[in-house]
């Protein structure tokens, strides 16, 4: 791999209306590109029959690259299968809540069925096979945004009995954990253990659910297995994470976004079987336009190994909703290297004319010449080579961590606290505040934890947490940590059943208060900003309160809290509401866990990194499309895009979506 | 039984995350409470296997009950079946219009399956004959909230097609009786019968409802029967009716309320074979308690066999919607009494750990101790047992009955109004505008109707009537009655037909109107206030019209129109409009029918009842969050939760949420 | 067939509640109608059992006609199949994406099934020998209201694959045409084609549900053939085509009507096998009545075979929303003749009782008594025994085409623009703005359009184009013709792949510009008009922009073009906005053009015609309840329906909802 950013694109020689290879690879190379990623969909192109294989597209696309000096990453093509597969054995379509489906998307298969699990042995064994020993070829991408898909055959129902007999040994523990009990759902025999498809009970579904993500990471780990048998030392295996996809409007379920903690796979158990972590990153551009979702997917991304991650795809025009004003695709770029990226790669580089996606478009249009997208692109590409070595392996060490967890959003899908307020709206509400005030945070994995590594922890509707992560986060408080819990957090086991003790469960004394009530919001506001979704009614204790509701009847219960504990600070949002609300009380923890908040707050963001030459730098990202001043914080700077120095004081312009970054 | 108000809880030993039933019960015994209902949910507790008992649990609660002199209402547990039933018999599970559903839910059974009779038989069998010789057992609850499942399998259609042979003898009966003619869909042999489920015909469709409604009944008497071969004289049998249960919002079906007419099953056929009626009534509360719910419930229960009435189930914190206002709770249990309610249950003790159930919250919350909604309850709970003996028994005789009718609710289902005008919303319509103004009323089943019981009757939208009802309404008029019916009364015949001649049928000369038209109410007003949903065009002939549509075209049509017919008088709402329109109508009505109007209306409401001893007490209820005043209407009357006194003009203070009974 | 304009109704003495046979005629032959329409609906009237027939009430309707002197339209009764046929044959209910249905609904039949056809033949030859001798019976409809309804059973998509083998050929062909490549889906034997019904592939979903549309109209064909064998030379076949149906409010999805092209049937295909083009048009009333839906359906059928046509269904009163304002009626009725009509029927004579269709009301109300409805027909009905003959053949030569096409509308709904724009949407619009201004135009099917009729054509969103239109509307205007097209055209071929060059694909030219990029048009306006749904953004080249966006990104681009091309004028609207902002485009469109436009405009409509004899007429309607004056703009002219004269200059009145007919 070569010591650069990378840039580059999907390509699909096997869409292509005409052949224009060539024409396609020269486009690329000037316009700085110098990686594609190849193969990952087209199964049926490969082996076109049962055992027959055909690799002359994917000889030439290398062959060209080759040629071109691309770096190539090759993907293994298991994530949409043929349809002759389909037609021999129909089992490998999962069968799901719905039933089995019928042949035609991507992503419909039972990743757990032995017959699919053979042809796709065989058919990442060829792939592999004849790619790995081309000098070109820097890493493989495992399968596609893999998720579990909802399988649930019979074989997976019983593997799941196996599952809960392993973990629970009899049906009273396990009727106990769930309550089976309630509406006649408990068994005495393991044999009389129902298809779990109909469950209501909220905690024997979210155990399903668990054991479902975990299939999917066990399948990626499979995967992961059969490449190491053929991949060089110098090459990496990725996947390209995804995140939970919300649509722009919900009568178009196509067009979307990534928005928030992924809810069919973990990643963290995923990142163990990659040396490099991937992802795909989605969001809303023209006046939508935050840079939040490119923040938030990095920040996840990047905290599961602790290093720099690929973004395997990101957007170049999308959908309608995504054609770019002009300066956005720079700053998006630049935004995404802010977080920690060692490169971008849009998905995809032509626009394709048929099929599915054919209004998600690529750097090129589909008139296949280059144009607006493709000369910004080439614009900051050619740039790259100037100035991105100086910009590559920036890592960052920070001192808040805002944690995850997918139990807990599978907990509070079963029992929601309202229809307009999901686990991920919480999360985001957390994370988007602290975005915008310009204090850098990881995304962590409940699992991942690290208390150590943090000055500041933050848990938003931390819905399901185990005895043992309320014991660390209450020590961690204990030895001098600052810790802001949202509302719904230490509230259930990790079998979703309620701790029938005082809530938050075994946190009172940490909170300094505790609570038995919570309610709808009604008219009740907090410093004069409306509550909205979920209010709990806190009475406090030791702690103090920050602010009491507005309302005639709940004005005497506490609706945010802060308390003393052991050398450290606990506070506590017990409502949702404005984000202003909650800045207030991030500003006091913040200054509790002694974090420096930049004087400049969104549309201006500022991400920093270092290097290990001992350079440090800082990005300015102005996500707006009016000019923007900031006066500069250093005592010395010197922008790397065009080499003008900075003292301190200085006046720093920045136009409309523009990027400055400041070297130290 | 004992001579006392009633004050109790469900209660599940079975749902326990931890051993506390001395705990719970020695709460409940402070709190005032003296009945506890048992064992109607868990049938996978009391028969662990197949043909295996375990009733340890059972006997324990009963061992408490007891020990704290507490009375046990023993519930039939039939609602929610075992998994291993269904899996040795997967044939219990309805069938219906959307197929076999899974294991799961409660309430999914086939009520009409022999082999689930066959269960279900001996299950009942084995609780009953456990219990029954237990002096605190005072009665048993049959099943829990029955409705008919939308069972549609084979063997329920033949029983539906053996049922129209009976009814109608030929297809051509048939034929002619539903016009099945249309669209092709007559048969003419019976073997030619399809599958209902897909039939278009709106009144074949609401006659398959009508026979699974008799399903559902006969299902609750064949369990009354066995239930009467065990019990002793002095118990009681009860069921928990239910009514039509709306969502708050569309996008949270879970949370709601009960709301009006019970589309699923008839509750007149069912009272008749229950020793006791009994009802699960719940309602919105905090900002939007109204006590219409309360009152509705009441009055649609009490009337079932003119005569007190258990409260099942009512909430005490339910969803986060209803966690009460101080005071609420209070006003709550009042106003059951109010409507002549021999005391209330709240659903249930605790609140759920894990299930489905888990923010329907109980008396206590999830941390299982005693709290502000404990606290209220234990409050009032103990005033009952100094003053509940001067409310018990309290009768109720009203001169108004709202008339309801499945039937008409069907058809209207079938041939809506209007997407935003359903009949329960006509019949909560007519009713509330009724319970704002302080005019009790009787609801009462068409089928239970005794016209000399009442000087006025009211029909919401009664679009279903048989000759003979249309016939006694008739002469009840020219007996010197008050009729006040809505739009869309007397259309059809019982099958859903319309009556091929003028309309309201064979009403026309009563009401002194007709009309052949209707519309949506487009831009259309009645004394200044918009109509929505619906509009007939009145033809005024011999009555008079009370108001003309205001409207350029339909202004020589009228709205609402009064007939002097024989010694009566008939009133005819033919629009949809505010309740203000409607309760001018009311107020002449009433003063027709000689029914004085208390000079107070809601949120200031006033229930009353008799004692045989000739006492006479009046609820005084303020729904609202301010202070109110009351004039004293009574020449001497004494407050019986404090014993203050007042005389005719004295004024009576009442809180927010306030409750004062007057004596006299 | 008489020399009369028809008046009549479809008429069901099989649904009538009791016998009125004689009535009904005489109310008809009262109110002035000619023509009712029979049998079409009850073939298990007809056919009661397999292979019995019994034809009594269609005798007695045919004797009835023949005494009062009504002529008599014979229907197929196929579209609604009896009980006993699904009882024996289950297959011939149609296997759709949703699996089999039930029995019950009309128009579930699987219309390619052989055991279908079997019986469908041997009832047709029944009814039609039965009645072709009749001399009152002037014509059979064949049929009704046919469309596909997404058969796809098994045998279906064999012959599919049947269908692409001859069209492609080879496999590769297959993949390439649909770029099958895309997500594993080629196939590379025959017989590995999946189940198409799953397919996600946009053109290949296109490509079935054209098959589909062949079926249907290869079913009428079918059914044409077998009337041809028994029917009289004077005898007409017809047949009742249809609109997309919308409706009112999504919560109400029966009540709808007529809005734009129909999706599931090709009108075209079927009218090669009609000797009488028919049609059903439903469209708003009371104050939503514009004219529009009654002149597009009209405009679209006239054009079939540019000729007279007939009215096979409108509305009497139908649904609530229907119910006619006083005149409205005759409005109706004087619109639909406007177009080029030979006669309106009504559906139905009758409202029905019960069945599915209750409030669907027909000309006599339930009580089946002549009232307002029944009396305003009765009114035009007998001024047409006057006026009739002068305004019978009226003949239209429009300059002006409108251009639909089926295939760009499954096209817009595989690849939608916007949640809130369709294909008929964007057609409407274009229509509408037409019929406001008064401009007339024939609406023709690409597959029928003989460009050298018109001066101007207009392109609806005509996404789906094969390179012969383009060359043909290139040539076009290159000949001296105005083009106007709107976003979306000239952009796929016949299989929705994206033309992969410069776009609107070879028009670049004769517009004077192209675009590669498309936006949401966010805050982008044009001449102060809000975008909304969709925007292209143009590269004006030897073109003119005539509007560009206002829009700080977006400034740069056209949103609306015109160019000088050979001899003629092509203009291109790049985005959807007001209809204010297209009729400026019109507007010089028209002047180019040569096209006069009247100097009135909606709500006062004037539609044109002329006659054999020389004879011109004008229909002035005036579709607003307020009175509108006119200037006669003729030298000289008589209304025909009163017989008076204006000249030049004079002033002519009318009244809310009235007609004058002027003749020259």
Chains 1, 2, 3 share one sequence.
């Not at 690329?28 to 990686?35: L, P, Q």
């Not at 080759?66 to 298991?78: A, E, F, S, W």
């Not at 395997?312 to 999308?318: D, M, P, T, Y």
């Not at 967890?405 to 079963?414: C, F, M």
Request: net charge negative; hydrophobic share 35%; proline share 4%.
């Amino acid at each position: 791999m070569k010591k650069e950013l990378l840039l580059g694109a999907a390509y699909y020689l096997e869409y292509m209306p005409y052949d224009r290879l060539e024409e396609d690879l020269k486009l690329m190379k000037a316009a700085g590109f110098n990686v594609i990623r190849i193969a990952e969909s087209t199964w049926s192109t490969w082996e076109p029959e049962d055992n027959v294989f055909d690799f002359t597209l994917l000889d030439r696309m290398l062959d060209g690259a080759k040629k071109y000096d691309l770096q190539v990453i090759i993907g293994t093509p298991t994530y949409a299968v043929p349809a002759w597969l389909v037609k021999k054995h129909p089992q490998v379509l999962a069968e799901t809540r719905n039933g089995r489906g019928l042949y035609g998307p991507r992503q419909i298969m039972d990743i757990t069925d032995p017959m699919f699990r053979f042809y796709g042995e065989r058919i990442i064994r060829k792939v592999i096979e004849h790619t790995a020993d081309r000098p070109c070829v820097i890493g493989f991408q495992i399968d596609n945004e893999t998720k579990h898909y909802g399988t649930a055959s019979p074989e997976v129902q019983k593997a799941f009995v196996e599952y809960l007999k392993e973990k629970f040994r009899t049906t009273d523990n396990l009727n106990k954990a769930f309550n089976l009990a309630y509406w006649s759902n408990s068994v005495h025999r393991w044999e009389d253990f129902p298809d779990v498809r109909g469950t209501i009970n909220g905690g024997l579904a979210g155990e399903f659910e668990k054991f479902q993500r975990k299939l999917a990471a066990d399948y990626l780990h499979w995967q992961s297995d059969i490449v190491k048998e053929y991949k060089r030392e110098d090459q990496f295996i990725v996947h390209n994470m995804d995140f939970e996809w919300v649509p722009f409007d919900p009568r178009d379920p196509f067009s979307g976004y990534s928005y928030g903690v992924q809810p069919d796979i973990n990643h963290y158990e995923v990142s163990k079987c990659l040396t490099l972590a991937g992802t795909d990153i989605y969001h809303p551009t023209q006046d939508q336009l935050t840079g939040a979702e490119i923040a938030f997917g990095g920040d996840s991304i990047r905290s599961l190994k602790q290093d720099n991650y690929l973004v395997s795809e990101c957007q170049a025009q999308g959908f309608k909703q995504w054609t770019p004003y002009p300066g956005q695709l720079k700053l998006h770029a630049y935004s995404h290297l802010a977080s920690g990226a060692l490169g971008i790669m849009y998905w995809n580089w032509h626009s394709v004319h048929n099929g599915f996606e054919v209004y998600w478009k690529g750097v090129l249009s589909h008139d296949l010449k280059p144009a607006a997208v493709y000369h910004e692109i080439s614009s900051f590409g050619n740039e790259w080579k100037a100035v991105g070595s100086r910009l590559l392996g920036m890592k960052k060490t920070n001192k808040v961590a805002l944690v995850t967890d997918n139990v807990s959003l599978t907990g509070l899908k079963k029992f929601p606290m309202d229809w307009s307020l999901t686990y991920n709206n919480v999360v985001r509400w957390m994370y988007d505040a602290l975005y915008e005030m310009n204090i850098e945070c990881d995304v962590v994995d409940v699992n991942a934890l690290e208390t150590d590594r943090y000055k500041m922890i933050i848990t938003p509707a931390m819905y399901s947490a185990t005895e043992e992560t309320i014991a660390r986060l209450d020590q961690f408080v204990k030895d001098g940590g600052v810790l802001v819990s949202s509302f719904k957090s230490f509230m259930c086991n990790e079998y979703l059943s309620v701790y029938p003790d005082s809530l938050p469960h075994n946190m009172t004394q940490c909170f300094g208060m505790s609570y038995d009530q919570f309610t709808a919001p009604g008219t009740a506001a907090v410093k004069g900003h409306p509550v909205t979704g979920f209010a709990e009614l806190l009475k406090v204790d030791e702690g103090t309160s920050l602010a009491s509701y507005e309302h005639k009847y709940w004005g005497r219960y506490g609706a945010m809290t802060k308390n003393d504990y052991g050398k450290g600070k606990a506070y506590y949002m017990g409502c949702y509401t404005s984000k202003d609300v909650l800045k207030e009380l991030y500003r006091q923890a913040a200054a509790d866990a002694g974090i420096e908040i930049p004087d400049l707050s969104w549309p201006l963001i500022m991400r920093s990194g270092s290097f290990d030459d001992g350079r440090q730098v800082h990005f300015l990202l102005n996500y707006s499309q009016t000019e923007q001043t900031v006066t500069c914080p250093f005592e010395r700077a010197v922008n790397i895009l065009d080499n003008k120095e900075y003292k301190k004081g200085d006046t720093i312009a920045l136009k409309d979506w523009d990027v400055v970054i400041l070297e130290r």
